[in-house]
């Protein structure tokens, strides 16, 4: 099992910053993935940025440019550098993780989700 506690949520204004942090534990060892994901009211939860273990990164189009996300290993901690925001950005932010591995012939994937963090941005 993994868990995952998030930080760093909200209220700001448009074209400000902010910083989410999610601290893993438990059985990290083995994750593949860890990253963020939002949900805005009335719409269906949406990848924003993922980390792999070997560092490499990806991102939403809607915020390249503008998000960066990193990770500390020796804190067990991925953060979500979040600059230039838009009321678009509102949302509960849910950090992620995930073990891929194979069953037979069968790839499996295990996700585990923080208990999101709320970000509102104002206009």
């Known amino acids: 099992q993994v868990q995952l506690v998030e930080s760093g949520g909200g209220l700001v204004q448009a074209g400000g910053s902010l910083t989410l942090s999610c601290a893993a534990s438990?059985?990290?060892?083995?994750?593949?993935?860890m990253g963020w994901y939002r949900q805005a009211p009335g719409k269906e939860r949406e990848l924003v940025a993922i980390?792999?273990?070997?560092?490499?990164?990806n991102y939403a189009d809607s915020v390249k440019d503008r998000f960066t996300i990193h990770r500390d290993n020796a804190k067990n901690t991925v953060y979500l550098q979040m600059n230039s925001l838009e009321p678009e950005d509102t949302a509960v932010y849910y950090c992620?993780?995930?073990?891929?591995?194979?069953?037979?012939?069968?790839?499996?994937?295990?996700?585990?989700w923080g208990q999101g963090t709320q970000v509102t941005i104002s206009s």
């Open positions: 438990g059985s990290i060892f083995s994750l593949n993935y």
């Open positions: 980390i792999t273990k070997s560092g490499t990164t």
């Open positions: 992620n993780a995930a073990r891929i591995y194979d069953v037979g012939l069968t790839r499996r994937r295990d996700d585990y």
